[in-house]
């Protein structure tokens, strides 16, 4: 998943000259169908430097199964809240160091951006950069996502933990309205991991 489609703003339109938050209508088209998001814990936070957030679910499936979907960079469309695609920039590369070309589609425009690899732990943690994005990221710091996949009941508890840093030449004021921009796109961080458990669990029941 893209900065794009997992970055700051997702389907949440941030102007950030004027400060303004406008929320999608309902029933605005995503990617995906969404679906129950009942299941799904969000928190956020923000500090000086970054936007936080962590999304907590429990999935009916086996830790490695989670990795390996999570890890397929040519699924993510089937889950994320905004249309995107993903072209791997180095073909035959796989693992960490391998990157990614992806065009996010927000509010009737484009939005490239390019993914690298930086953890693949199979079957508890995959971890991804993404620069680029609608609001761009700082030289040397990208946007991070970060999913663990650890054995809980039967299943796997999946949590995704984002790291969204600020523009280096947001100023102090727009920087203070950090916690209150984070935590109004909670609820689309909800829908993205309630998006990836669906399918998840369609995976798992479409197997003999």
Request: glycine residues 6%; aromatic residues 6%.
């Amino acid at each position: 998943m893209s900065a794009n489609a997992l970055g700051a703003t997702l389907a949440i339109r941030i102007d950030v000259r004027s400060l303004q938050v406008t929320l999608p209508p309902r029933g605005l088209s995503r990617g995906v169908s969404d679906v129950s998001s009942k299941d799904v814990q969000v928190r956020t936070w923000a500090d000086q430097t970054a936007a936080h957030s962590s999304a907590s679910t429990w999935v009916p499936c086996e830790p490695a199964n989670c990795f390996d979907y999570v890890a397929d960079f040519s699924r993510h469309a089937e889950w994320t809240t905004n249309p995107v695609e993903i072209t791997r920039l180095e073909p035959g590369k796989s693992g960490v160091g391998a990157r990614f070309r992806a065009v996010g589609h927000q509010a009737g425009k484009e939005w490239p951006s390019e993914l690298e690899v930086t953890l693949c732990d199979r079957p508890s943690t995959f971890e991804f950069t993404a620069s680029g994005g609608p609001i761009g990221t700082p030289k040397d710091d990208p946007h991070r996502h970060t999913f663990t996949f650890t054995p809980e009941a039967g299943g796997t508890r999946l949590i995704l933990v984002r790291r969204h840093p600020l523009p280096p030449d947001w100023s102090r004021a727009k920087r203070s309205l950090t916690p209150v921009i984070v935590r109004l796109t909670s609820g689309i961080r909800r829908r993205t991991v309630a998006n990836l458990r669906q399918r998840l669990i369609d995976r798992t029941a479409a197997v003999p």
